[in-house]
């Protein structure tokens, strides 16, 4: 089985990986050797600083092994194709993660690895996200059951998964998006419960968790200034909290951009459970990891 979709899960299986975790991160000891002699390839054609490192964490935790291939000092560098590197790579680990620019790659991958394939990020998706940050609610509130989620930003990969997670665990989901910048239509056009608007405020009105993203995503800094103008009324800051329940906690996938996006204060207050969030990263990738090469 391969992930490359919130979607590629059932909601019962993605539940299971949640409840999972909470048993990981309880207990982290009675899962040594789970994934012992199995090793996973992280091919990244992106920066990453998280979801690289909790991998790479996750599978020594587990009992296994990580490599880490930078698609610039690979022979993808120099043309060798996908698929090829696919086939390749399958044959010596059980598992791949890659982090592609284009989310065709990874279907490329996909289609020609005889392992499991795992989406650890693309333009379209971020799913390793999404099921941490659905762990971080579950830890949070204890449950599902009448939350609603509002993601104020760019409609991008983030969003887009968590759009389908959300809408999989029956969690109301608003999102604040200037025009232009609206999460990918055949995602909201699948999920139930999503409200796709203009107004931060409006999106914002009781949610119990105010979400946000980079203004910019990898690949999209040429497009910096402009995304700038655009987004400026879209910023998680201490009165547009005003507009969320009295108890709303604030979440960012990170990395974040001070000022921009989120400001400082807010990241750094008690309503901020962004560390936690990065945190729960680890324990998820693991339970991840169990279900898909375990
Ligand atoms: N949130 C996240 O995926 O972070 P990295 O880009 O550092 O992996
Ligand atoms: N949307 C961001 C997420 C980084 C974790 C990006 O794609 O760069």
Known sequence: MDLLSVGDLSPQELKSIIEETADIKKNPSGYIDRLDSKTLVLLFEKPSTRTRVSFQVAMFQLGGNAIHLDTDRSQLSRGESPADTARILSSYAEGIAARVYEHSTLLELAKNSSVPVINALSDLEHPCQ??????????????????????????????????????????EMSVASPEGYMPDKEIVRKGKGVYVMSSPKKAAEDADFLYTDVWASIGKERERDERMKAFKEYQINRELLQHAKPDCRVMHCLPAHRGEEITADIINSDRSIIWTQAENKLHTQKAILLRLMG
């Open 130 to 171: 999404t099921i941490s940050d659905l762990f971080t609610i579950y830890e949070s509130r204890g449950g599902f059951e009448g939350i609603k989620v509002a993601y104020i930003g760019d409609g991008n990969n983030v969003c887009n998964s968590l759009i389908l997670g959300c809408s999989m665990l029956g969690i």
